[in-house]
């Protein structure tokens, strides 16, 4: 009987290694969780600006609108 050869001796060495198990390590969801929370910080950050700018945009309208009544009123009674 020949002795094992070398191929034969790691494969058997391969098949029986640990694996690792299935599934996320904690370092790995610490990132993903601080990745989301630079990008969510982000995206607030933007969002506030936004609806800023929209706020500003309707109260602009609103107060030339109170202008061009104002003008109306003014000219409706000078000319009463």
């Not at 600006?49 to 109306?72: F, G, K, M, N």
């Amino acid at each position: 009987m020949h002795p094992p050869s070398i191929d034969r001796v790691t494969s058997r060495q391969d098949k029986g290694a640990v694996r690792r198990p299935a599934g996320f390590s904690l370092l790995e969801m610490m990132m993903v969780v601080t990745v989301i929370l630079i990008i969510a910080s982000i995206a607030t950050r933007f969002y506030r600006t936004t609806v800023l700018r929209a706020r500003e945009a309707v109260l602009a309208d609103h107060l030339i609108e109170a202008v061009s009544s104002q003008q109306s009123v003014f000219s409706d009674r000078a000319e009463g």
